[in-house]
């Protein structure tokens, strides 16, 4: 008989494993099998581990749990912890605009952490926790003042780790010796929705993480070891140099018909089984989300420990600023989530005689000149630091301390060649760590990530992704590392700002607004060739959008619209065409969305009616058509030599752009020509 449960506990598991079948068939949609297997494993989690405040869910030093597969499993723990989610709201599971979406989405339901689903996203969101923590305990932590000190769990199963992106956190994290992170695989005896995991994934997951230099403890008997189970996590907790991965065998669809197949994975269950699972488990066949109150008490209890232990927190806090006020004002400004005051100020500005330079440079100079403002700025580099110029000088990297090669406290990772985990891991760090982000990759395999940039617009996560080589600018490597195709695709995700900066004003600019955009990621196109500091551009300017760099006298025949390293083409052109008696403005437009916001009148005054508007650009000409009447770009994909040819080649040149407006004011000539910012909707 164990001495640590009792039959309150096997109840509260009952409860989770009925109220999974309730949710799912009341939806008639969504994976019962999942929330059912891994009840035990929860409950023992939540109520004898998990350090976490219901009534104030963003208590700083709290536990962090991420559902790595997403299913209601969460929102069950949630609304029995006594989080802002009523049992009517699990009634409302995946229906409309309710608090229990098809897969937990951050910053929508109270309690969650972070947007999970898309398999392997969670784990590397875990992952990337784990590291933020370690961080600011590093840099904030004193002797008798453990303020930073929380856990990391996971929650993920046989499809997570499928994922490539969960190989690439899981081997950073052992690099790391994350021994704050404790995932919990749990093997639903190799079941996925095609059937048996035997058709596709055989490989030993337990020696894959012994070799990323993980713990790997085992559990059998995931469907009833309580103990077990506890053990297994009260043993991982103790170990402090190493992540752990806790093997948990379990059955999925556990107390259901059709338990252990994959009919219980994706499908609800049958009415006349969801009555036998609730009879078995001594619960009336009849109710619906029937909730004992005994379990109720249980998850309580665990909820009033977590406000005990906020509250003593908070005392140890005050006690901190007593002792290290100037850290203390670091850390409460942080988890206020302003920003230093004057920070901006130290944003390089440049003049037109300034030394050209390329703008992954421009931003090397950036990042060097505001780090000592901003020390909540990390960094993150996949193999790639001494070509995207992502480190600013003076800092240290973030490593183990028993390495030689950094501290837990330094300020950039350097990330061997991931891929989809170069972007995951911040959007994680900046959702509840106080860190603003900078990570940083060639353009092109940004394409690998997209997945998870796309979670993390929609999660509203601020982080700065500086992906340099942004075009056939890049040259010699040639369409294989040209990436023609990828700012059409970031520019279309919503609430994601891609910025492509002309000139260094420009690029300070793209920080100065990323920086300040608390609940918008950013990408920051940039080149490997060398820009000239161009006259009438300003942060200022720049910070709105788009802005007209060169204005004409009297009406213009032609306006050309450009960003990056096309807008001195567009000035060579407009240059070569005044010296003929034809008058061309040029606009800059470094960030469509953010020009998208500003007011209509100004936006009119800049890409007007009355002339034709050309779209010039290295890329796909895709989205421009939103802001030019005509486009001029790359027709498919660029080509291997020295850039200056490359470009020659497509017809990026001053003197060809020149003959190309001359063809479009022709072809406008005689008509009334509206801008094609003017529409009806």
Not at 556 to 580: C, N, Q, R, Y
Request: charged fraction near 20%; charge should be neutral.
């Amino acid at each position: 008989m164990s001495q640590l449960f009792n039959s309150a506990d096997h109840t509260g598991i009952a409860t989770i494993r009925t109220l999974a079948a309730d949710v799912v068939g009341k939806a008639n949609s969504g994976h019962p099998g999942a929330p059912m297997g891994m009840a035990p494993v929860a409950h023992v989690l939540f109520t004898r581990f998990f350090n976490a405040n219901p009534s104030h869910s963003k208590w700083f030093n709290r536990d962090r749990f991420v559902l790595s597969n997403g299913c209601a499993l969460q929102y069950i723990l949630l609304h029995l912890l006594g989080y802002k989610l009523s049992l009517d709201d699990l009634k409302a599971f995946r229906q409309l605009d309710s608090l229990t979406p098809g897969h937990p989405e951050a910053h929508h339901t109270d309690g969650i952490e972070v947007t999970t689903g898309p398999l392997g996203q969670g784990f590397s969101n875990g992952v990337g926790f784990a590291i933020a923590q370690a961080h600011l305990g590093a840099v904030f932590n004193r002797e008798n003042f453990d303020l930073i000190n929380n856990y990391t769990y996971v929650f993920t199963g046989d499809g997570c780790l499928m994922e490539g992106v969960a190989s690439e956190a899981a081997s950073l994290a052992g690099h790391l010796q994350l021994g704050n992170l404790i995932v919990v695989r749990t093997s639903h005896v190799h079941i996925s929705i095609d059937g048996d995991t035997a058709v596709s994934f055989t490989e030993d997951v337990t020696q894959r993480f012994l070799a990323y230099g993980w713990q790997v403890i085992p559990v059998e008997d995931g469907d009833s070891d309580l103990d077990g189970i506890y053990n297994a996590i009260a043993t991982a907790r103790r170990e402090k140099s190493k992540p752990t991965l806790i093997r948990l065998r379990t059955t999925i669809g556990y107390g259901s018909k059709q338990q252990g197949t994959h009919g219980v994975h994706g499908s609800p269950l049958k009415a006349d089984d969801i009555q036998t699972l609730k009879a078995k488990f001594g619960f009336p066949p009849d109710q619906t989300f029937h909730v004992p109150v005994e379990t109720y008490a249980t998850y309580r209890a665990a909820a009033h420990r977590g406000a005990e232990l906020e509250a003593a927190w908070t005392t140890l806090l005050a006690k901190y600023g007593k002792a290290y006020p100037k850290e203390h004002a670091e850390l409460t400004r942080r988890i206020a989530g302003d920003l230093p005051d004057g920070w901006e100020k130290s944003l390089p500005v440049y003049k037109p005689g300034d030394a050209a330079q390329a703008s992954r440079k421009y931003s090397e100079i950036v990042l060097t000149a505001i780090t000592p403002k901003l020390p909540d700025l990390l960094g993150g580099s996949a193999d790639l630091t001494g070509s995207n110029l992502t480190k600013a000088k003076g800092t240290v990297d973030f490593q183990p301390p028993n390495t030689g090669l950094g501290s837990y406290s330094g300020h950039i990772s350097v990330m061997v060649c991931v891929s989809m985990v170069w972007v995951q891991l911040p959007t994680a760090w900046r959702r509840n760590w106080l860190a603003l982000l900078n990570l940083n990759r060639l353009q092109n395999f940004v394409s690998y990530a997209a997945g998870a940039v796309r979670l993390s617009a929609l999660s509203k996560h601020q982080v700065i992704w500086v992906a340099t080589h942004d075009s056939i600018g890049l040259g010699e490597d040639g369409p294989t590392h040209q990436p023609v195709e990828t700012a059409a695709h970031f520019r279309a995700i919503p609430n994601l700002d891609f910025w492509r900066p002309a000139d260094g004003n420009e690029t300070s600019a793209s920080y100065l607004v990323a920086i300040q955009s608390k609940e918008t990621p950013s990408i920051l196109s940039l080149s490997r060739q060398n820009l000239p500091n161009l006259e009438g551009s300003t942060i200022e300017r720049a910070a709105r959008g788009g802005y007209v760099l060169y204005e004409v006298e009297g009406k213009e025949d032609l306006t050309i619209v450009s960003s990056g390293s096309e807008v001195p083409i567009a000035l060579e052109a407009a240059s070569k065409l005044k010296s003929e008696g034809v008058k061309v403005r040029i606009v800059s437009l470094p960030c469509w969305s953010v020009f998208d916001k500003q007011d209509k009148e100004y936006r009119l005054n800049v890409l007007r009616s009355g002339a034709p508007i050309l779209s010039l650009e290295a890329l796909s000409t895709q989205g421009w058509q939103k802001y030019s009447h005509e486009q001029w770009g790359l027709p498919a994909w660029g080509s291997s030599g020295p850039y200056q040819k490359v470009y020659e080649k497509f017809g990026i040149t001053g003197t060809n752009i020149a003959a190309v407006a001359k063809k479009v004011i022709g072809f406008y000539q005689g008509k009334h020509v509206v801008s094609p910012l003017e529409k009806a909707l």
